[in-house]
């Protein structure tokens, strides 16, 4: 009798167990995975924060956004009010010390995660050649429940290469490109194609270009041979400018210091609508 009831209670647990594993598998492959844009230009001060808040707050109106600070700067935590002082950041998680969902804030309109300054450190951090694919893997693997439920993530990335850059590319499926009308934006472009096509020829990622776009933009003849320049860059490493420069507005100063996008804070801007023009 008691082997008798051995066998039904091992009979059962088995069952249950092969139920939990049906119910994970279906519950995997219903997960929507969420359309990942990096804002990338390798040249600093073009606007990519800018970018990524702006972007961020107008999608968030219709759709769940997560953005994600990953410059050590930290520009995006200080500009949408973070307190990185007080809370966990994409570091701990980048280290496995904590799960992504003990690190996101909302902030105005859509949730970010900050940036720790101690990522500065990040080629020492990070220095093994797989710890590339750590942002990947979070997405992925250990933190895709969580991220399903988003229908877009935006990476407000640092200038410069380093290995927090390389964890986007791979981690991405778009880039926009940020430039101002300057040669070393522009050049950024191209050394943004140069650094993504080396990563495709490992087969390490699959990012596609969405497009470049040029900031801070005023009614000269500088800015007009600049959107001709990116339009010429563009023919030649598939990354053409948007039809819609993003103006330079003294707004954008007041918004910061608001913690604001400038799209929440003055709706009717010109940058508000620029950005609105590109969505």
Do not use: W
């Not at 088995?14 to 804002?39: D, V």
């Not at 520009?75 to 994409?90: Q, V």
């Not at 005023?218 to 819609?244: K, V, Y």
């Amino acid at each position: 009798l008691i082997l008798i009831i051995l066998l039904i209670f091992l009979t059962l647990s088995y069952i249950i167990a092969i139920i939990k594993q049906i119910i994970k598998t279906r519950k995997a492959l219903c997960m929507k995975k969420p359309i990942i844009i990096s804002i990338i230009n390798q040249k600093g001060g073009v606007g990519k924060t800018s970018t990524t808040i702006e972007l961020s707050y107008l999608f968030g109106k219709e759709f769940k956004v997560l953005a994600i600070d990953f410059d050590p700067q930290a520009s995006l935590s200080k500009y949408t009010g973070m307190d990185i002082s007080n809370h966990l950041t994409i570091k701990e998680v980048l280290e496995a010390n904590k799960l992504i969902e003990e690190t996101v804030v909302h902030v105005n309109g859509f949730d970010a995660i900050p940036c720790s300054k101690d990522l500065a450190k990040a080629p020492k951090l990070f220095g093994d050649p797989n710890d590339i694919f750590l942002l990947k893997d979070i997405f992925e693997e250990d933190g895709k429940e969580f991220i399903s439920q988003y229908d877009f993530v935006f990476i407000d990335n640092a200038p410069g290469r380093s290995p927090l850059l390389y964890m986007a590319y791979i981690a991405s499926d778009f880039i926009i490109a940020p430039t101002e009308c300057d040669t070393a934006s522009l050049d950024g472009l191209i050394e943004l194609y140069t650094d993504v096509q080396l990563f495709k020829k490992r087969n390490q990622t699959n990012v596609r270009f969405l497009g470049s776009l040029l900031t801070k933009y005023e009614r000269t003849s500088e800015h007009q041979n600049a959107l001709e320049d990116m339009h010429d860059i563009g023919l030649n490493i598939g990354c053409m400018p948007f039809r819609t420069p993003i103006r330079k507005s003294i707004v954008s100063t007041s918004a910061k210091n608001a913690k604001m996008s400038v799209s929440a804070y003055k709706k009717y801007n010109n940058i508000s609508r620029d950005y609105e023009n590109i969505k």
